[in-house]
């Protein structure tokens, strides 16, 4: 598995897991806001990014075990780990199986809204959502989704549409602040603080004027919401 790494060695590190078909590309603005403090390592989960994957895509259970792998691998267990988008539902997984491994979590636009499973509507909030989002984005997202190709997008998208993830959220015991744009149409203000109380130590955070890409569009604030994780965790 790759991951881009930057930072000073001797500092705490923040794990960074992408969402449906992107990579550790667009994670690079919140690195930015990290990285003179803190070591950053933005991972490409198996099939998406760099890093290659087996020919049939893999189900939330399956990236989750890979993420597992990567980190014991790695040394990184204990580290803040921040999600975006559908990598939250990754990060919520890995708490059910591998709770050693969990730090104190970012749960940054959280999917998939229990009450707007399906596909049309979950597309009509992705293109409404890009109006919110910061120049820049489209090309990262559209290079991404080509490397890993539409079978594989498609077939992710499938498991993650399918998995509970509001039934897994009572796993993560760790400190967990789930974060919302405040104009993101993916992720309902409800949905978020749903996902916030059926968390044992979580809180709720929004980022005003913002949308759903939180680490490309407003790296700043939400590096300014996850620094102060890093004295409640591991490395």
């Not at 933005?42 to 990567?70: E, M, T, Y």
């Not at 009450?115 to 597309?123: E, G, K, N, Y």
């Not at 959502?129 to 992710?156: F, I, Q």
């Amino acid at each position: 598995m790759h991951a881009a790494v930057a930072g000073p060695q001797s500092a705490a590190t923040v794990v960074c897991v992408h969402g449906l078909g992107c990579s550790h590309r667009y994670f690079l603005p919140f690195a930015r806001a990290l990285w003179d403090q803190l070591r950053v390592a933005a991972v490409d989960l198996p099939g998406f990014g760099r890093s290659r994957g087996p020919a049939a895509a893999l189900d939330v259970r399956g990236l989750s075990l890979a993420l597992a792998s990567w980190l014991r691998a790695t040394g990184r267990g204990g580290s803040v780990l921040v999600g975006n988008s559908s990598g939250c539902q990754v990060l919520v997984d890995l708490a059910v199986h591998s709770p050693d491994l969990l730090g104190p979590v970012v749960l940054a636009g959280p999917t998939f809204d229990s009450a707007a499973r399906r596909a049309p509507r979950q597309l009509g909030r992705l293109l409404a959502d890009m109006r919110w989002e910061r120049p820049g984005l489209g090309p990262v997202l559209a290079r991404d989704w080509s490397a890993c190709g539409a079978r594989r997008y498609w077939a992710t998208y499938r498991f993650l549409q399918a998995d509970p993830v509001e039934r897994k959220l009572g796993h993560v015991t760790s400190p967990a602040v789930v974060v919302r744009g405040g104009r993101d149409p993916i992720v309902p203000r409800r949905w978020a603080q749903e996902v916030t109380a059926a968390l044992p130590k979580g809180r709720f955070a929004e980022i005003p004027g913002t949308g759903h890409t939180l680490n490309w569009s407003a790296p700043v604030e939400l590096a300014r919401l996850t620094k102060p994780l890093v004295a409640e965790g591991a490395p």
